[in-house]
């Protein structure tokens, strides 16, 4: 099965794509934690990137293209994959396609996850990550059960994203709003985007993205 978690900064994409690849056995691939990644590796890429993420803005198609069909193609991809943070642009989504078709694959479901403006701002201002995996946390929403250790990896050290500042943020929502929601109509159009009610606590949420995936295509 291969989905696609779409929806603003902070709807709980990240959170979601956790808990399916525990409780399905799919592989997380979020662009933002690659791209995060090679950053901290001090690569080529991630020094090209880090100030455009900081910004808010967008990364170049074609490098995150790259990047995605480079990942799709190995072999822990063939079980399901889900997509967190891409595409992000009509253009992604297009060449995404052609990845797909030429590997005979397909999508099952494209999830938005809705939560409005206010919920996301309170959500990004309180997000923290764990360094080694990315899995992240919420100073009141969501607290790893042993205090300072992450309950995915058992990591002990957490990071607040430079682009969860609130002058970022408004950029992160404009962003989402001109280039990013233009591809919802794209899937709405061939019938496979689902909608959740991403406002509910996590489990909530995660009970109706379990429901889709457990429903037919
Ligand atoms: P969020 O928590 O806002 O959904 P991500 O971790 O997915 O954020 O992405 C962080 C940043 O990484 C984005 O603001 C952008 O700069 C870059 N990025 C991630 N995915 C993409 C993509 N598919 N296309 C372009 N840039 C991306
Ligand atoms: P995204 O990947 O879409 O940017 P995250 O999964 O990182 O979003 O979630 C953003 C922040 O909101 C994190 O601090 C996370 O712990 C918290 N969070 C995620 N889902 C919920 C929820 N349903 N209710 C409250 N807080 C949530
Ligand atoms: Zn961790």
């Not at 072999?75 to 030429?102: K, S």
């Amino acid at each position: 099965m291969n989905l696609i978690l779409l929806g603003p900064p902070g709807a709980g994409k990240g959170t979601q794509a956790k808990r399916l690849e525990q409780s399905h056995g799919l592989v997380q691939l979020a662009t933002g934690d690659m791209l995060r990644a090679a950053t901290a590796r001090g690569s080529e890429l991630g020094l090209k990137v880090k100030a455009i993420m900081d910004s808010g803005q967008l990364v170049p198609d074609g490098v995150i293209i790259d990047m995605i069909a480079e990942r799709i193609a190995r072999p822990d991809c063939r079980n399901g994959f889900i997509l967190d943070g891409f595409p992000r642009t009509v253009p992604q989504a297009e060449a995404l396609d052609e990845m797909l078709a030429e590997r005979r694959q397909t999508l099952d479901h494209v999830i938005l996850m809705q939560v409005d403006e206010a919920a996301l701002i309170d959500r990004l201002a309180g997000r923290f990550s764990c360094k080694n995996c990315g899995a992240s946390y919420h100073e009141r929403y969501h607290r790893p059960q042993a205090e300072g250790v992450c309950d995915l990896c058992g990591g002990c050290e957490f990071v607040h994203r430079p682009d969860d500042r609130p002058e970022a943020v408004e950029a992160r929502f404009e962003v989402y709003r001109r280039q990013t929601a233009p591809i919802l109509p794209y899937y709405r159009d061939r019938g496979i985007l689902r909608t959740v009610d991403g406002m509910g606590e996590i489990d909530e949420v995660a009970r109706q993205i379990e429901a889709i995936v457990a429903s037919a295509k």
